[in-house]
C-alpha cells in the first residue's frame, strides 16, 4: 500500500515560485514512479510531469517545461515540483500519484502510459494578479 502527501500549494501573485512536495510512505516507498498533475475547475485531469529513481526517468507531458521542474529526494522519498513565472492559468489542484515501478524498464513504460494507481489528497494553487 502507497500513501502519498501533498504540501507547498498556496497563494501567490503572477510571476511568483511556489514549490510543492510529495512525501511518498509505504511498504516500498522507493520502487514507484510519481507524477504531479493538475486540474482545474471545468477542465480535464492534466498531466505535468513523471519521475522515477531521482531522475533515472524524466517525462513532461505539456507546455509547462519552460516553467516547472520535477526533482526526487530518494532518502526523504519526497518528490517535488518546482514552478516558476507562475500564470493565473496555472490556479488548480496540484495532485501527486504513483505506481509501482520496480526497475527502469517498468518505469519507461509506466511514465508515458500516465495511469497511476495511487492518489494524493491534492494542494490547491492559485496564481492572481
Known amino acids: 500500500q502507497v500513501q502519498l502527501v501533498e504540501s507547498g500549494g498556496g497563494s501567490v501573485p503572477a510571476g511568483g515560485s511556489l514549490r510543492l512536495s510529495c512525501v511518498a510512505s509505504?511498504?516500498?516507498?522507493?520502487?514507484?514512479?510519481i507524477g504531479w498533475f493538475r486540474q482545474a475547475p471545468g477542465k480535464e485531469r492534466e498531466g505535468i510531469a513523471a519521475i522515477y529513481d531521482a531522475g533515472r526517468v524524466t517525462r513532461y507531458f505539456g507546455a509547462v517545461k519552460a516553467r516547472f521542474s520535477i526533482s526526487q529526494d530518494k532518502v526523504a522519498n519526497t518528490v517535488y515540483l518546482q514552478m516558476n513565472d507562475l500564470k493565473p492559468e496555472d490556479t488548480a489542484m496540484y495532485y501527486c500519484?504513483?505506481?509501482?515501478?520496480?526497475?527502469?524498464?517498468?518505469?519507461?513504460?509506466?511514465?508515458?502510459?500516465?495511469?497511476?494507481?495511487?492518489w494524493g489528497q491534492g494542494t490547491q494553487v492559485t496564481v492572481s494578479s
Open positions: 500519484a504513483a505506481e509501482v515501478c520496480t526497475d527502469q524498464i517498468q518505469a519507461l513504460t509506466v511514465i508515458p502510459r500516465g495511469t497511476y494507481n495511487y
Open positions: 509505504g511498504d516500498s516507498p522507493e520502487n514507484l514512479c
